[in-house]
C-alpha cells in the first residue's frame, strides 16, 4: 500500500484547534452605524471586514466588498444592517483548521466568525491569521526541537539498552465520549512521546494526523469513551482505538469516503464529515477495522519504520 507524506504544514493544519488561530480582538459593528461610519472604521482599523452584532447575537457580515457596492450605489448615509450580508458562516472555536480552511477557501468566505458551544462570539478567522498563527507553530516547533535534542537521545537508545527477544513500549490514552475541549490532546501526547524516542520527522506527522483521526471518532461516535493503546517496537507502530460501543452496523459503508454516522448536531458544530477512516488510511502502511453491532469496535493502524527510523539523527550530526 502506498502511503501519502504528510508535511508539517499539513499536519498543523490537520491537528491544530481554530481557536489558536483566530484573532481574539474583535471590531464589531452595531447595526445602525451608517456605511460611512463602516467605511471610515475599516480605513482607521486597517481591516477588510467585520461581523454586525446586536449584543451577543451576530446579525451579518460586512466586507469591503459591500462598502463599495454601497458607494456605488449612493447609499452609504444607509444603516450597515441594510447592507450586510445575513447568511453568515461560523467555525467552532473547538474545530479543526481544516474546517475553517475549506470554508475561506473552497467557499469563497474572506472571514469567519469563531463561537463558542453556546453561539457567542470569542474571535475571527481569515487566512491572514491562519497563516500567521502557522508560521509561528512551526518556529516554536523548531525551537522545541532543537532545546529537547539531550533528553531525545537518551529516550531513542531504549531499544538499545534493554536485552530482550521482542521489547515494546506501550503506551495507553483515555478518549472521553464529547470530550471536544480534550480531544486532540492524545494525539499531541503520542507525537510528544515518539520525538522524544527519535522517530523520523516524517513518519511521526503521519502518525499525528492517523492518530488525531482516530482520537475525534472516538470522541464523536461513541457512548462512553474509549482508550488508544500505543504499541512502540523498533520495527514498527502499531495505534489501536478501542471503544464498548454502540459498534459499526456497515462496516463497508462507513469506509467509504464522506460518509458519515455522525448526527446532524456534530455536523454543524463542523465535526464528522466521514473522511476519517479515508484520512488514516492514507497516512498508515496498513489499517484494519472490526466492530460488533452493540458490542464495540476497534481500529488498528500500524506504521512501518525503515531501518535505523528510532536511531536518533543527531547521533551522527543531522537535524530533523
Same mark, same amino acid.
Not at 523548531?142 to 534493554?162: G, L, N, P, V
Given at each position: ?46 481591516? %477588510?471586514?467585520?461581523?454586525? &452584532?446586536?449584543?451577543? !447575537?451576530?446579525?451579518? &457580515? ?5 462598502? &463599495?457596492?454601497? &458607494? ?22 473547538? %474545530?479543526?483548521?481544516?474546517? %475553517?480552511?475549506?470554508?475561506?477557501? !473552497? ?25 500567521? %498563527? ?61 520525538? !522524544? ?38 520495527? $514498527? ?73 528510532? $536511531? ?9
Amino acid at each position: 500500500m502506498t502511503t501519502q507524506e504528510i508535511t508539517k504544514v499539513q499536519e498543523l493544519i490537520y491537528t491544530t484547534r481554530v481557536e489558536t488561530v483566530m484573532a481574539a480582538d474583535v471590531i464589531v459593528l452595531k447595526p445602525e452605524m451608517s456605511m460611512s461610519e463602516v467605511k471610515n472604521l475599516m480605513r482607521s482599523m486597517r481591516i %477588510a471586514g467585520a461581523p454586525v &452584532m446586536d449584543g451577543d !447575537r451576530i446579525l451579518g &457580515m460586512v466586507s469591503l466588498s459591500d462598502v &463599495m457596492d454601497a &458607494m456605488e450605489k449612493g447609499r452609504m448615509d444607509t444603516p450597515v444592517v441594510d447592507n450586510m450580508t445575513k447568511e453568515v458562516k461560523t467555525v467552532l472555536k473547538d %474545530a479543526s483548521v481544516t474546517e %475553517a480552511i475549506h470554508n475561506l477557501g !473552497r467557499q469563497g468566505f474572506g472571514r469567519l466568525p469563531v463561537v463558542d458551544r453556546d453561539g457567542k462570539l470569542v474571535g475571527i478567522v481569515t487566512t491572514g491569521t491562519v497563516i500567521r %498563527a502557522l508560521l509561528h507553530e512551526m518556529d516554536v516547533s523548531f525551537q522545541r526541537k532543537e532545546a529537547e535534542k539531550i533528553q531525545t537521545y537518551r529516550a531513542s537508545h531504549i531499544f538499545e539498552d534493554i536485552s530482550s527477544d521482542d521489547t515494546s513500549l506501550i503506551l495507553r490514552y483515555v478518549v472521553d465520549d464529547k470530550d471536544f475541549a480534550n480531544a486532540g490532546k492524545a494525539s499531541s501526547m503520542i507525537k510528544k512521546s515518539l520525538q !522524544r524516542l527519535g522517530v523520523l520527522p516524517s513518519i511521526i506527522r503521519r502518525v499525528a494526523v492517523a492518530v488525531y483521526e482516530a482520537e475525534m471518532n472516538l470522541v464523536i461516535h461513541t457512548d462512553v469513551g474509549g482508550e488508544i493503546i500505543v504499541d512502540i517496537r523498533e520495527d $514498527r507502530l502499531m495505534i489501536s482505538a478501542v471503544d464498548h460501543g454502540p459498534g459499526i452496523e456497515d462496516l463497508a459503508q462507513v469506509l467509504q469516503p464522506g460518509y458519515s454516522t455522525a448526527p446532524e448536531w456534530i455536523r454543524d458544530m463542523g465535526f464528522g464529515a466521514g473522511m476519517g477512516l479515508a484520512n488514516i488510511k492514507r497516512c498508515s502502511d496498513t489499517m484494519s477495522l472490526r466492530s460488533e453491532l452493540g458490542g464495540g469496535t476497534r481500529l488498528d493502524i500500524v506504521f512501518i519504520f525503515g531501518q535505523n527510523a528510532l $536511531r536518533l539523527r543527531a547521533a551522527s550530526g543531522k537535524k530533523s
